[in-house]
């Protein structure tokens, strides 16, 4: 038998670039966003990091010809900027001209291209966090309450899986006053495949010929309602009360006369429960209670009953006493007493009851363009090298700071930004998507 020669070989091994593509998220908020106050900083008049825009006044009408005057008050809402974010990376010289700036490779971009990837997604995650009302403010961190629905639809235990769901939802949204045009939903992608694929089960032969080729929702409606799916919307999770679906009863309020109510105290909470309510957690009025009408909203213009429960949003976190005791600071400011803020249909009474959500995935509804970016350009960093960069896949703008360290053999660049965002409450509504959902 032939003896094979004992050889001896190098190995030599070598970095080779696979042609990957980024393991991109589906971001639709930031290309989506209504961004007239961008670059606010630059409006002269504006001093600070926020600015305030008008909402549509409010009026009341009362019968007759003999005019009762009532005052005109102009509503604002506030767009902070109080976010800033940023992604950096540094390198020797050494590990610049061996590695990475090899002949025609330029690593240094494939690095850059990147950091500008999980930056933008960071930027993209936090404006949908508007949506559960969760956005907390870098500058004195708190959570920005005044941003986020306070109407929901869903109930955290049925699936999102059908059209009419959808067109259920969308005709509270109407019902309740909206805009003419322009409406859009934000949809976890995770709801997808089961709206779809029960839609394909409908004869309805030339939608379901554009949504089997898409594998999409699509655009439907009178007027058409636009659908966006993202992998990045909030979960909200739910204090105690919610969590455990307990029914709460009304104690009393903090304003008998009915003018503004911001507080209701319930009772049935879990006894010294420290996690009774979280700032975000969505209550509504329940029906069929023994001795009380129905609550529902007045729609927003024209002050009719409208075929909207009162919901609304808890704006701050709540602990039970030791008689299971509750008040929970809430928005809107609820009003049965009349004038142009009227918003009930019916007085709040002792003994009515209201019930929480348990925790849940959170998709929107949004009217019109009322879903604000701003994002200001930031200054160049003199003496280092300064450029702005823009992220194709989500619309971000970020800036680009580039430089070495005297003496130190150390080479960095710096992704960041600063953005601030807010969604008008009156002109969106939450939809609630069960855990168990995705």
Do not use: K, W
């Given at each position: 038998m032939a003896?094979?020669?004992?050889?001896?070989?190098?190995?030599?091994?070598?970095?080779?670039?696979?042609?990957?593509?980024?393991?991109?998220?589906?971001?639709?908020?930031v290309a989506t966003a209504n961004t007239k106050f961008i670059d606010f900083d630059k409006i002269q008049a504006n001093l600070g990091s926020s600015i305030t825009f008008d909402k549509p006044p409010r009026f009341s009408t009362v019968a007759g010809l003999v005019a009762s005057f009532q005052p005109a008050v102009q509503q604002v809402q506030t767009l902070v900027c109080d976010q800033a974010n940023n992604t950096s990376f540094s390198v020797t010289s050494q590990q610049r001209i061996f590695n990475l700036e090899k002949g025609e490779e330029d690593y240094m971009r494939v690095f850059g291209k990147s950091a500008i990837a999980e930056?933008?997604?960071k930027v993209e995650g936090n404006v949908a966090l508007n949506w559960a009302s969760a956005v907390r403010s870098q500058l004195d961190n708190t959570l920005n309450t005044f941003s986020g629905p306070y109407r929901y639809y869903g109930n955290g235990t049925t699936a999102l899986t059908s059209y009419q769901q959808l067109a259920q939802a969308i005709m509270f949204f109407k019902n309740y006053g909206s805009v003419a045009e322009g409406i859009k939903v934000y949809l976890p992608d995770t709801v997808v495949p089961s709206i779809v694929g029960n839609g394909?089960?409908?004869?309805?032969?030339?939608?379901?010929?554009?949504i089997a080729m898409s594998w999409e929702?699509?655009?439907?409606?009178?007027?058409?309602?636009?659908y966006y799916q993202s992998n990045l919307m909030p979960i909200h999770v739910s204090g105690n009360t919610g969590v455990n679906q307990q029914v709460l009863t009304v104690v009393s309020t903090n304003d008998p006369t009915g003018q503004n109510v911001t507080q209701i105290t319930v009772s049935g909470a879990t006894a010294s429960d420290a996690n009774a309510v979280f700032a975000g957690d969505l209550f509504s009025f329940q029906d069929g209670?023994?001795?009380?009408?129905?609550?529902?909203?007045?729609?927003?213009?024209g002050h009719f009953p409208s075929a909207n429960p009162v919901q609304f949003r808890a704006t701050a976190n709540a602990a039970a006493n030791a008689a299971g005791v509750v008040t929970i600071n809430i928005t809107p400011a609820l009003n049965w007493a009349g004038g142009q803020n009227q918003n009930l249909n019916n007085p709040i009474q002792a003994g009515m009851q209201i019930l929480g959500l348990p925790s849940h995935r959170c998709g929107g509804i949004l009217g019109g363009d009322a879903f604000y970016l701003a994002m200001p350009q930031l200054p160049e960093q003199s003496p280092y090298d300064t450029a702005n960069e823009y992220d194709e896949d989500t619309g971000v703008s970020?800036?680009?700071?580039?430089?070495?360290?005297?003496?130190?053999?150390?080479?960095?660049?710096?992704?960041?930004?600063?953005?601030?965002?807010?969604?008008?409450?009156?002109?969106?509504?939450r939809f609630i998507v069960p855990l168990s959902q995705g």
């Open positions: 003896v094979f020669p004992n050889n001896i070989l190098q190995q030599v091994q070598t970095y080779q670039r696979s042609g990957l593509a980024l393991l991109q998220n589906l971001c639709c908020h930056l933008a997604t394909l089960n409908q004869f309805v032969p030339h939608r379901n010929d554009e929702v699509g655009d439907f409606g009178t007027p058409l309602v636009s209670v023994v001795g009380f009408d129905n609550m529902r909203y007045l729609t927003y213009i970020l800036r680009l700071t580039y430089g070495s360290l005297f003496g130190q053999n150390e080479t960095g660049m710096i992704y960041d930004e600063t953005h601030g965002s807010v969604i008008v409450p009156e002109y969106s509504m």
